[in-house]
């Protein structure tokens, strides 16, 4: 975890050489928005005016929740290890968004209740899923670490392989129900006000979630400014090693982006170990989970897309990539100025 003190901000003068650049763009003034901003943040995480993310990956922690025992969702734990080994394979959501957008995935068990065979399913299991967290914490202190490090590690050897950008996913069924105890606990808010439907339950399904993310909170307590205690006493190993994909990102100078409220949430509790590391990541979405915008804010970043997206896997995150490669085809490939016999926008005030 000595990695963790060489976080530091990102050197920001190469957000104003990026924007420089976008002035000389022959077009309006900061006419492209967020997506100017976004590329300006990539460009100072690369530390150049020329950022290339054209080398991108998904990377999809997979894990089993133990509240899943108290009726909070429609399925069983066994789904996730069928859907991890989906992603793993190819052939689930996020595989297909993947392929059409460049990017190569990358599913990991750092969780998940059974074995797996699958030789394409990076194995990283630390345990057979989270503990009950309605009855006690969700898993040991120590165990919090070893999944930051397997998220933190992963990140290395990516970026050793040259890999610019990384977008962040989950695969865990139960795993909205640690979010919402996280979210209530982080944002100050009442379970009622951050406790969504998940993957689709009733609204009597509801009422019970949200009573059993109260029991949650009130069996562990967990008011602590401790990031690794809110994980230990309320979150799961997806979520941990998602936080530590965050911490990692900003280790090895890679951009990561954030994609629902369960990434968001992982995001949150990177930064409490490390606030330099938010300069490092880019919200994709505003997930249609009710915390999830709240998580954002709480960051001080901005999503670009906001249409009720709550697949998970990553899916959200993804979608960003193609208005990325328009920013970048703006930035590299549009007339400027200089060439164009246009006069060039001046800032006024």
């Not at 050197?11 to 022959?26: F, R, S, T």
């Not at 990283?124 to 989270?130: P, V």
């Not at 990539?321 to 016999?341: I, Q, V």
């Amino acid at each position: 975890m000595k990695r963790i003190n060489n976080i530091v901000p990102t050197d920001k003068k190469y957000i104003y050489l990026a924007q420089e650049h976008w002035n000389g763009v022959a077009k309006p003034l900061r006419s492209f928005g967020a997506l100017e901003d976004f590329w300006n943040k990539i460009a100072a995480v690369q530390q150049t005016e020329f950022p290339d993310i054209s080398s991108r990956a998904a990377v999809v922690m997979c894990a089993d929740n133990g509240v899943v025992a108290e009726g909070v969702t429609q399925t069983d734990h066994s789904v996730t290890k069928i859907c991890a080994e989906a992603i793993a394979c190819g052939k689930s959501n996020i595989n297909s968004l993947a392929e059409l957008y460049g990017a190569q995935v990358l599913a990991v068990d750092i969780g998940i209740a059974d074995d797996v065979d699958n030789d394409k399913l990076l194995n990283r299991k630390i345990a057979y899923g989270s503990d009950n967290i309605a009855t006690g914490p969700a898993m040991p202190r120590e165990n919090v670490f070893r999944a930051l490090q397997v998220g933190m590690d992963i990140v290395g050897e990516l970026a050793a392989k040259g890999v610019k950008l990384i977008v962040t996913g989950e695969m865990g069924i139960g795993n909205t129900t640690p979010t919402a105890a996280l979210s209530s606990v982080l944002l100050g808010l009442p379970p009622e006000m951050v406790t969504g439907r998940g993957a689709g339950l009733s609204s009597e399904m509801l009422t019970h979630k949200i009573e059993v993310v109260k029991r949650a909170i009130s069996v562990n307590s967990p008011y602590s400014d401790d990031p690794a205690e809110l994980i230990s006493k309320l979150g799961s190993y997806e979520i941990a090693g998602m936080t530590g994909l965050f911490l990692g990102s900003a280790v090895y100078g890679v951009t990561v982006v954030i994609d629902g409220v369960i990434s968001a949430v992982s995001a949150v509790l990177a930064s409490m170990f490390s606030e330099n590391c938010v300069d490092y990541m880019l919200a994709s979405h505003v997930s249609a989970e009710p915390a999830g915008r709240g998580l954002l804010e709480k960051l001080g970043l901005r999503a670009v897309i906001d249409g009720g997206l709550r697949l998970g896997e990553g899916t959200g995150g993804i979608l960003l990539l193609p208005l990325l490669d328009g920013a970048a085809a703006l930035y590299y490939n549009s007339h400027k100025f200089e060439n164009s016999g246009i006069e060039r926008y001046a800032e006024l005030k």
